[in-house]
């Protein structure tokens, strides 16, 4: 059960002129570019200690790291391939024993396999749920035994598992689907704990899994109310929410970043 004793703590850090996540610890999966690198800065932007997994970037990671450490931040860059489980349990007992706890973690790291349902292998299935559903399911187990009162879990969906607007997303909007239901048994199961879980589901963001400027930008767009791809930082400042006191009492619930891609 979440107390009043947190709420009031959490109260004093801010009206002391604290920053909102002074004190936490985060592992962010996949930090090393896009979304994922956007939300590593935000979260240490408010002032939380950062771990980050990449599977092979290990350049872009260092540069996450450097980029925390120069604004006075603590960060740490561990290579975890999402698809290897005890890759995943290593990076979680790793950060905990690093920075001493865990208080927030952000499912991001994903792929995105798109084509005609046909063609899917067997191959593309198991690379794709391992990555984008075993291992959050994963990461959320080992985290769970390091959370306590306050625990964040944010999971990273998507827009293509709420509309699936165009052919060629089955094994993509497949495993993104999987992680509603994920969220919901987490918030349900560790509610008690005052652990919260939530899902963020980004539009076409533009990243290097799916360029503005790519060959399906403009239909993408196009999808949107807003007519426009959105920014990593737009998911970032969601997740922050969350992870911050704004989260408090949001738990279970799935927040879309998509520009109206789903209305
Ligand atoms: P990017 O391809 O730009 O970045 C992917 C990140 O995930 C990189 O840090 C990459 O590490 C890491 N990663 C990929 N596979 C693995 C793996 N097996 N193990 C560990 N890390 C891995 O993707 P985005 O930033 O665009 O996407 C981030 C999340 O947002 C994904 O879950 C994606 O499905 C979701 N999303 C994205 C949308 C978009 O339009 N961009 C829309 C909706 C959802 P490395 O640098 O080492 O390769």
């Known amino acids: 059960m979440m107390t009043t004793a947190t709420t009031m703590a959490t109260t004093a850090a801010a009206a002391s002129g604290g920053r909102p996540l002074d004190g936490k610890v985060a592992l962010v999966t996949g930090g090393s570019r896009g979304i994922g690198e956007a ?21 872009r990671a260092e540069q996450v790291v450097k980029r925390i450490e120069q604004a006075g931040g603590r960060a740490w860059a561990v290579r975890a391939d999402s698809a290897d489980p005890e890759a995943v ?47 959050p399911f994963l990461a959320a187990q080992a985290a769970a035994g390091h959370l306590t009162e306050g625990g964040r879990i944010i999971t990273i969906g998507s827009c293509m598992a709420e509309r699936v607007a165009f052919p060629g997303g089955s094994l993509y909007a497949t495993s993104k689907a999987a992680l509603a239901g994920l969220t919901k048994a987490l918030a349900r199961e560790l509610g008690p704990r005052g652990i919260t879980a939530n899902l963020v589901t980004p539009g076409p963001i533009d990243t290097e899994m799916n360029p503005a400027d790519g060959e399906s930008a403009e239909m993408q767009a196009g999808l949107t109310a807003l007519g426009a791809y959105g920014q990593a930082s737009d998911v970032a400042a969601t997740v922050a929410h969350l992870a911050g006191e704004g989260g408090r009492y949001i738990t279970g619930a799935s927040i879309a970043v998509d520009g109206g891609f789903a209305v």
Request: negative net charge.
């Open 39 to 59: 939300t590593a800065l935000r979260l240490a932007a408010d002032g939380a200690a950062v771990a980050l997994t990449y599977q092979s970037r290990e350049d």
């Open 89 to 135: 349990w290593a990076s979680v007992a790793g950060v905990a024993e690093r920075f001493g706890r865990l208080d927030i973690l952000v499912n991001n790291a994903g792929v995105g396999v798109l084509g005609p349902f046909e063609g899917i292998t067997l191959e593309d299935v198991d690379r794709v749920l391992r990555t984008n559903v075993r291992a």
